[in-house]
């Protein structure tokens, strides 16, 4: 399977507690994205990687949301001191020029 | 503020029936305009995808129009298939510049009917 990969699929965590998604695109494209997806709603953009560069982040990416994408190649997601509100699907696409690819997210839960 | 607005909500046809979804843009300076399709508990899946230089483009059973002195443009599914039941939904995103993140409608969840 060459398409996006994230990991893990499903997540369930207790409110305070840190948590990390890994996403790895599709091998030649240079751009990733980290995006929101809430029940009922379209997703919502959180972050952009060119490259290993972080070039942008959404005012909904507050201080306690972090993403690194070392040597231009995986990507993670982490997120300190979860609240309930987190709750969401974290789903993560890469592209080359404009298609982008979306993998099959990370369901999130926090308790 | 809501960039791209997606009606209906909802939406049910018959088997062979033509579904039509509509959204509409305010950033006139978006220039790529893609629909997805996402099964629940799935990512969304590029279906077509349009640019304002053309006014209709056609994939298989699906046709986007797009009207760009509305800043409009909508999704037709030929033929509708029970398998197409799902939710899609229309974005928009710049090609170029560093902001290229899609900016999507609030989706349409389509049943059709055997």
């Known amino acids: 399977d060459t398409g996006v990969s994230q990991d893990p699929r499903h997540k369930i965590t207790k409110r305070g507690q840190n948590v990390t998604f890994r996403c790895d695109p599709i091998?030649?494209?240079?751009?990733l994205y980290w995006y929101r997806q809430t029940l009922g709603q379209g997703p919502e953009f959180l972050t952009y990687?060119?490259?290993?560069?972080?070039?942008?982040k959404s005012r909904l990416l507050s201080d306690r949301f972090s993403a690194e994408r070392p040597k231009g190649s995986f990507s993670t997601l982490e997120i300190q001191r979860t609240e309930q509100g987190d709750s969401a699907m974290y789903l993560c696409?890469?592209?080359?020029?404009?298609?982008?690819?979306f993998g099959q997210g990370t369901r999130l839960t926090v308790v | 503020q809501q960039q791209v607005k997606q009606s209906p909500q909802s939406l049910i046809v018959q088997k062979g029936g033509i579904p039509i979804i509509n959204c509409a843009y305010e950033n006139t300076a978006f220039d790529y305009f893609p629909w997805y399709q996402q099964f629940p508990g799935k990512g969304p899946a590029l279906l077509i995808a349009i640019r304002p230089d053309v006014s209709e483009k056609k994939e298989g059973r699906f046709t986007i129009s797009f009207n760009k002195s509305a800043k409009q443009f909508s999704l037709h599914i030929m033929d509708s298939q029970p398998g197409d039941s799902a939710t899609y939904f229309c974005?928009?995103?710049?090609?170029?510049?560093?902001?290229?993140?899609?900016?999507f409608g609030s989706g349409t969840q389509l049943t059709v009917l055997p």
């Open positions: 990687f060119q490259n290993e560069a972080q070039l942008e």
């Open positions: 974005a928009a995103s710049l090609s170029s510049g560093s902001a290229r993140q899609l900016t």
């Open positions: 696409a890469s592209s080359l020029e404009r298609k982008a690819f």
């Open positions: 091998s030649e494209h240079n751009r």
